[in-house]
Each structure stands twice: as C-alpha cells, then as structure tokens.
C-alpha cells in the first residue's frame, strides 16, 4: 500500500509560487515610488494584498492535508503491526 502526498505538495508549491509573484510584485511597486512618505496606497496595491489572503489558506490547507495523511499512514501501520 502506499500513500503519496503529491496532490497537497503540489498545492502548497502552487500557493507559493503565487505568494512568491505577489510579492514581487509589491516590491517593483514600493522600488518605485521611492520615498515612503509620498507613498499612495492605491487599489491595485490593496487588491495584491487581499488576494494574498486565499493563497495563504490554500497553503495551510494543503499543509493541513499532508499532516493528516501522515497520521493515517501511521494508524494503518499500528494497526498492521
């Protein structure tokens, strides 16, 4: 029998590579305007933040999945053993 976690492994990778661009993206904002006390905080900088969110439970949730994954792996061998 085996048990793979690829599907919550390949969520998390996917949460993350979102975050990672997010991110990236906030940053080219703040390297643009420069000084941070004539910083704006415009709606696209508000709407990449917020999207954030989602991405953030998807990644605990798939994190989540592997942990509860890993405790039923480990009921089934008990209960082999």
Not at 3 to 25: F, K, P, Y
Not at 35 to 64: M, W
């Amino acid at each position: 029998m085996q048990i793979t976690n690829s599907n919550s492994l390949n969520g998390m990778l996917a949460a993350q590579a979102q975050v990672t661009q997010t991110a990236s993206n906030l940053a080219q904002v703040a390297n643009i305007t420069g000084d941070p006390a004539t910083q704006e905080v415009t709606a696209d900088f508000i709407n990449s933040i917020v999207n954030q969110i989602p991405q953030v439970i998807a990644y605990e949730a798939n994190a989540q999945g592997i942990i509860t994954q890993q405790q039923v792996t480990d009921s089934l061998l008990d209960i082999k053993a």
